[in-house]
């Protein structure tokens, strides 16, 4: 983070709960607004988004090793940032945080 901030804990609980697989679309739903919220959203929707193709190579033999392979650096990465949103600092995903950006809403 460039600037302290302070973030309200209502900020941090939606920022948080974006990380929690397909609850990533509740703050969405909500429209819970608020920059940190927004950052970490993006960031868990592009993560989701990469669980969600890594699931499509489980069908095929080779790819399960594929599949939890990614799952596994998913999982990591999403318990990274879930911690460092209830912590109220924005770490940027590695790969993620480029895509992440792009997103707008």
Known sequence: MDEEQVIAPGQKFWAAISYLGPLVFIPLFFKIKG???????????V??????LFSLFSF??????????????CFLLGLIAFLSALFGLKWS?????????KIKF
């Open 93 to 101: 995903l590695p790969i993620f945080s480029r895509l992440a950006s």
């Open 47 to 52: 993560l989701f988004g990469t669980s969600c």
């Open 60 to 73: 095929f033999p080779i790819g399960l090793l594929v599949s939890l392979f990614g799952w596994s650096f």
């Open 35 to 45: 920059d940190f919220v927004y950052f970490h959203n993006r960031q868990a929707l």
